[in-house]
T-cell receptor
């Protein structure tokens, strides 16, 4: 089954404790991206990657890091989480940057105390 | 700065009625306008999309109307059903951009039985 898998789905952590949200896709997609969803703000792009070792900032990259060492994986790293990073996070992938059709994971709800 | 403005924030419709969600944009470089549907606990999924060279696209009960001169597009759900209750996001993609989609703020649709 074609899918984008995120882990963990739910996480409560404390300020400053580094965490990683993993994302994996099995569709051999070149393009992967992270979004955060907040009430009234919709989905905002954090980082994206057009291929292995190629990443770039989205609209809200502050406080986040990413890496793309393998085509299927695109982890999101919060080096020192803060309460304003409490949000619902989505990983997405697409065949290429031109398609416009994103396949989303089921989301990771993060709470930073 | 929100480049795609979506309204209303929430919408309640009776079963069998028509649901209408509107979006407006400023950037004339956008060349692809999808709508995504999100059920609780799930990631958004592509519902229907349109390019600016057509004024309307219909897929089953779902229709996108596009007004290029007014820089507006809307989603119409005919014969709305309780199973259509979800959050709907409009989005826009910039031509030749690797950033993929810019999303609206979302509309929570409730269809009453």
């Amino acid at each position: 089954e074609a899918q984008v898998t995120q882990n963990p789905r739910y996480l409560i952590t404390v300020t400053g404790k580094k965490l990683t949200v993993t994302c994996s896709q099995n569709m051999n997609h070149e393009y992967m991206s992270w979004y955060r969803q907040d009430p009234g703000l919709g989905l905002r792009q954090i980082y994206y990657s057009m291929n292995v070792e190629v990443t770039d900032k989205g609209d809200v990259p502050e406080g986040y890091k990413v890496s793309r060492k393998e085509k299927r994986n695109f982890p999101l790293i919060l080096e020192s989480p803060s309460p304003n990073q409490t949000s619902l996070y989505f990983c997405a992938s697409s065949l290429g940057r031109a398609t416009g059709e994103l396949f989303f994971g089921e989301g990771s709800r993060l709470t930073v105390l | 700065q929100q480049q795609v403005k979506q309204s209303p924030q929430s919408l309640i419709v009776q079963k069998g009625g028509i649901s209408i969600i509107n979006c407006a944009y400023e950037n004339t470089a956008f060349d692809y306008f999808p709508w995504y549907q999100q059920f609780p606990g799930k990631g958004p999924a592509l519902l229907i999309a349109i390019r600016p060279d057509v004024s309307e696209k219909k897929e089953g009960r779902f229709t996108i109307s596009f007004n290029k001169s007014a820089k507006q597009f809307s989603l119409h759900i005919m014969d709305s059903q309780p199973g259509d209750s979800a959050t709907y996001f409009c989005a826009a993609k910039r031509a030749y951009s690797a950033r993929q989609l810019t999303f609206g703020s979302g509309t929570q649709l409730t269809v009453l039985p």
